[in-house]
């Protein structure tokens, strides 16, 4: 009964948003594109601004930094213990209707809650909450996002979050290297003002995607501690194995997850750049650039990102 009722509410809340964004787009409907956007993405804002303040626990990252992959890792560690129904996701409080213990968790990208709040050069709205900021290396993040852009975003987000027209001819090494969206610029924008407010938060933890990878029960018992969840090793050993790349893979593939629902489902399954769990390899980018096209993006980093997160040595 429980299970259903959380479901139950956790499509209404999808329903309520998909309903109010055509209602924006029905009052709107003749004003100009700019304005347009710039709306939706208040009513964005307003949204993740409501189930911010309602959240115990806030997962934040930019995107294509291991987000789904910590997701699953977690909601497998929840469901192993407190043996609740295999192939949910943790989605803000659908786990703690089933179980009041598990707090209500908040998985953001946070760049809308700021066309709400108006907090563009500041993070006030986290200061009292617990967070957790997921970080990955701006350059794998910028070469996931230019294949996020040209075979997974749907045309109203390629819009809204300022990509390149998906019909424009962009060379990766120009996407990486712009100052529009998913390029390497916004990411290390993004990390440095996190890297300046991060101390004012109340209880914050910085993970690297790239410690994740390298120690992953050691930094899975980490964030456990950070946000007061007890958990055995059996337990942690059973998320980790159940988030493992091979069966991440296996799962959108065969779409065996209430996940391939819309986060992980590839676009086109002859073609391995549209899967969202697409290759997960570390300082990857380099894989696809030339010696001097490397060498003018470690620079930029090398320029641009607060050394503080450690990614210029790599």
């Given at each position: 009964?429980k299970?259903?009722?959380?479901?139950?509410?956790?499509?209404?809340?999808?329903?309520?948003?998909?309903?109010?964004?055509?209602?924006?787009?029905?009052?709107?409907r003749?004003?100009?594109?700019?304005?347009?956007?710039?709306?939706?993405?208040?009513?964005?804002?307003v949204?993740?601004?409501?189930?911010?303040?309602?959240?115990?626990?806030?997962?934040?990252?930019?995107?294509?930094?291991?987000?789904?992959?910590?997701?699953?890792?977690?909601?497998?560690l929840?469901?192993?213990?407190?043996?609740?129904?295999?192939?949910?996701?943790?989605?803000?409080?659908?786990?703690?209707?089933?179980?009041?213990?598990?707090?209500?968790?908040?998985?953001t990208?946070?760049?809308?809650?700021?066309?709400?709040?108006?907090?563009?050069?500041?993070?006030?709205?986290?200061?009292?909450?617990?967070?957790?900021?997921?970080?990955?290396?701006?350059?794998?993040?910028?070469?996931?996002?230019?294949?996020?852009?040209?075979?997974?975003?749907?045309?109203?987000?390629?819009?809204?979050?300022?990509?390149?027209?998906?019909d424009?001819?962009?060379a990766?090494?120009?996407?990486?290297?712009?100052?529009?969206?998913?390029?390497?610029?916004?990411?290390?924008?993004?990390?440095?003002?996190?890297?300046?407010?991060?101390?004012?938060?109340?209880?914050?933890?910085?993970?690297?995607?790239?410690?994740?990878?390298?120690?992953?029960?050691?930094?899975?018992?980490?964030?456990?501690?950070?946000?007061?969840?007890?958990?055995?090793?059996?337990?942690?050993?059973?998320?980790?194995?159940?988030?493992?790349?091979?069966?991440?893979?296996?799962?959108?593939?065969?779409?065996?997850?209430?996940?391939?629902?819309?986060?992980?489902?590839?676009?086109?399954?002859?073609?391995?750049?549209?899967?969202?769990?697409?290759?997960a390899?570390?300082?990857?980018?380099?894989d696809?650039?030339?010696?001097?096209?490397?060498?003018?993006?470690?620079?930029?980093l090398?320029?641009?990102?607060?050394?503080?997160?450690?990614?210029?040595?790599?």
């Amino acid at each position: 009964m429980k299970l259903a009722l959380s479901s139950l509410s956790h499509a209404a809340r999808i329903g309520r948003k998909k309903i109010s964004r055509r209602l924006l787009h029905l009052r709107m409907r003749g004003r100009p594109q700019s304005e347009i956007l710039q709306a939706e993405r208040r009513l964005r804002g307003v949204e993740q601004y409501r189930t911010l303040r309602k959240s115990d626990v806030v997962f934040v990252s930019f995107g294509k930094s291991g987000r789904t992959w910590l997701r699953v890792m977690i909601s497998q560690l929840f469901r192993v213990k407190y043996d609740l129904p295999d192939n949910l996701i943790l989605s803000y409080d659908n786990f703690h209707a089933l179980n009041s213990a598990i707090p209500k968790t908040f998985f953001t990208h946070d760049n809308y809650i700021k066309d709400y709040t108006g907090d563009f050069d500041s993070k006030r709205p986290f200061y009292d909450k617990t967070v957790v900021l997921l970080v990955r290396d701006p350059r794998d993040v910028a070469v996931s996002q230019f294949f996020q852009w040209k075979h997974r975003l749907k045309p109203g987000k390629v819009a809204i979050n300022n990509y390149p027209p998906r019909d424009q001819d962009v060379a990766l090494f120009d996407f990486v290297m712009s100052e529009g969206g998913g390029g390497m610029a916004e990411v290390t924008r993004y990390m440095n003002l996190w890297a300046r407010e991060m101390h004012k938060v109340e209880k914050f933890l910085l993970v690297r995607y790239e410690d994740l990878r390298a120690r992953p029960q050691e930094e899975l018992r980490r964030m456990l501690d950070f946000i007061g969840v007890q958990a055995t090793d059996a337990q942690v050993e059973a998320a980790v194995e159940f988030s493992s790349f091979d069966n991440m893979k296996k799962m959108e593939s065969g779409a065996q997850s209430l996940l391939a629902g819309g986060r992980m489902k590839p676009r086109d399954k002859d073609n391995p750049d549209s899967y969202k769990v697409r290759r997960a390899k570390v300082g990857g980018y380099r894989d696809y650039f030339s010696d001097e096209e490397v060498a003018a993006i470690d620079a930029r980093l090398a320029q641009t990102l607060d050394p503080m997160y450690g990614y210029q040595d790599r």
